[in-house]
Structure formats: structure tokens, C-alpha cells
């Protein structure tokens, strides 16, 4: 079975500028997530979908940063205007479902780099 | 608020060694906790998830047991090789469906 995908791998911008990322979770999944993991830290969730609904998003800086996930499948995390704080592995996972029994299977991640 | 500290921050040590990495967290209302891998440059894979029930979970070389009234969890890993080298997380989920991680154990084993 496919993993999550995600793209870009990496991608470098310069501050102020806009910047996308595209997440495809695996194929039956209904719960997303979109982490963000600073160098030398563990991944904090900045949102959680259940199919197509926002369930969490508490932690998401909702002044530049937003989300969607159109037909509850594939999702796009989006940065507007990216700072260099932003400089980050932008992570994505996915579970069959919300229940604490179930893993979380996560995406290789895009890499961002803010100039 | 649940916090997870790992320790040791990184760990090096020579190729067929028996060691041990260690997780804490400070509620102990969790769900379950999990141990995951992450190789430089990529994504996390789960090695083993512990319910709250139980006490601990086996996969090959890897032996994780979980202690929920002190908050503690303890990853075994027997006979190390150069392919175990990677970062090490721990990972609790609690009520409210957060999953906290901790910042996780740098592992090298040494040829």
C-alpha cells in the first residue's frame, strides 16, 4: 500500500513571499495531520482533519498560516507571508481514524527554508 | 499541560551493545504511548504502540515497556547495529486526541 506523500521535498523561499504545501494521505485514511518540527525538536501539530472538518486547530497561527482539505482526501497547508521563524519540516500523517489504538502513519515531510 | 522529555538528548555507542533509551511524561492520563524512528531527511515510522493497559510491547530487537503511574517508558534495544543509528521519539496520546511528542534520543552505533 502507498505511503503519505507529500510535495515538495524541500522548497526555499524568501521571507514575505507565499508558499503551498500538498499532502496525500493513505488511501482510506479519514483523520489528517499537518505537524511542524523544528531542528532538534519533536513534531507539535499545528491542525487535524476528520474528513473534511477542521477538528483541531488550535495551534495553528491562523494570521498567515491556513489549511484545506477539499473532498476529505488529499490537503494543502498553505504560508502567507512566510517568516524566517517559518524555517521548518513541514510534516504530514494520517490514521484510519481518531481512536487512541490507532498509529499515525507520517510523510517524508517538506523541508522549508525562509531567506 | 503533558510534557515528554527524552533522555538520554543522544547516545553513541559500539555496534552489538544492549541499551536503553528512556521517556517521561507527566500525566499520566494518556491513551496509549508509541515509539517511533526517524531517519535523517525523512518521515517517522512507528515501532511499537503501547495501550495504557498494557505493560509493555515486543517487535524483533526492540522490547518498550510503559509504567503509567510513574511516567515512565523505557525503549530495550538488544544486540545494536550500525542500521539501528537514527533519532528515537517518544510519543504519548492523550485525552482531547493530542499527541505529544518528546524531542527525541539521537542514537549512533558504532562498526
Known amino acids: 500500500e502507498a505511503g503519505v506523500v507529500q510535495s515538495p521535498r524541500y522548497k526555499i523561499i524568501e521571507k514575505k513571499q507565499p508558499v503551498a504545501f500538498w499532502c496525500n494521505p493513505i488511501s482510506g485514511h479519514n483523520t489528517l495531520y499537518w505537524y511542524l518540527q523544528n531542528l532538534g525538536q519533536g513534531p507539535e501539530l499545528l491542525i487535524r482533519?476528520?474528513?473534511?472538518?477542521?477538528?483541531?486547530d488550535s495551534q495553528l497561527p491562523k494570521d498567515r498560516f491556513s489549511a484545506e482539505r477539499l473532498k476529505g482526501v488529499d490537503s494543502t497547508l498553505k504560508i502567507q507571508p512566510a517568516e524566517l521563524g517559518d524555517s521548518a519540516v513541514y510534516l504530514c500523517?494520517?490514521?484510519?481514524?481518531?481512536?487512541?489504538?490507532?498509529?499515525?502513519?507520517f510523510g517524508p515531510g517538506t523541508r522549508l527554508l525562509v531567506l | 499541560k503533558q510534557e515528554v522529555t527524552q533522555i538520554p538528548a543522544a547516545l553513541s555507542v559500539p555496534e552489538g551493545e544492549n541499551l536503553v533509551l528512556n521517556c517521561s511524561f507527566t500525566d499520566s492520563a494518556i491513551y496509549n504511548l508509541q515509539w517511533f524512528r526517524q531517519d535523517p531527511g525523512k518521515g517517522l515510522t512507528s515501532l511499537l504502540l503501547i495501550q495504557s493497559s498494557q505493560r509493555e510491547q515486543t517487535s524483533g530487537r526492540l522490547n518498550a515497556s510503559l509504567d503509567k503511574s510513574s511516567g515512565r517508558s523505557t525503549l530495550y534495544i538488544a544486540a545494536s547495529q550500525p542500521g539501528d543509528s537514527a533519532t528515537y521519539l517518544c510519543?504519548?496520546?492523550?485525552?482531547?486526541?493530542?499527541?505529544?511528542f518528546g524531542a527525541g534520543t539521537r542514537l549512533f552505533v558504532k562498526a
Open positions: 510519543a504519548v496520546y492523550t485525552g482531547g486526541f493530542k499527541t505529544i
Open positions: 482533519y476528520e474528513n473534511e472538518e477542521a477538528v483541531d
Open positions: 500523517a494520517s490514521s484510519p481514524s481518531p481512536s487512541g489504538e490507532e498509529t499515525q502513519y
